[in-house]
């Protein structure tokens, strides 16, 4: 069984920046793809980052693309979310996931998932 918890969320001024973790349990972390999501009220959970199991090829989806950065400490069981230059539309609840494959941005390709973190950023 593995469990993914996160953290770092909170309460941010547009502008500003947050880093989010991700604490997975389990041996196999680094032998797969990890993933960010997020769900804004009333929304669908929609794609937002991932990174392969090496750490390479990370892939954004374009609302964060030059803002948001994903990286991984394999040696921690720990996947990241640094957050910068934060909207008010970034505002959700922020679920970190293990995925399947070398970029996975489908909610499908992924198998496991924490309980989220709220971050909510004011205008």
């Known amino acids: 069984q593995v469990q993914l918890v996160e953290s770092g969320g909170g309460l941010v001024q547009a502008g500003g920046s947050l880093r989010l973790s991700c604490a997975a349990s389990g041996r196999t972390f680094s032998s797969y793809a990890m993933g960010w999501f997020r769900q804004a009220p009333g929304k669908e959970r929609e794609f937002v980052a991932a990174?392969?199991?090496?750490?390479?090829?990370?892939y954004y989806a374009d609302s964060v693309k030059g803002r948001f950065t994903i990286s991984r400490d394999n040696a921690k069981n720990t996947v990241y979310l640094r957050m910068n230059s934060l909207k008010p539309e970034d505002t959700a609840v922020y679920y970190c996931a293990r995925g399947h494959g070398l970029r996975p941005t489908e909610r499908y390709e992924y198998d496991y998932w924490g309980q989220g973190t709220q971050v909510t950023v004011s205008a």
């Open positions: 990174i392969s199991w090496s750490g390479d090829f990370p």
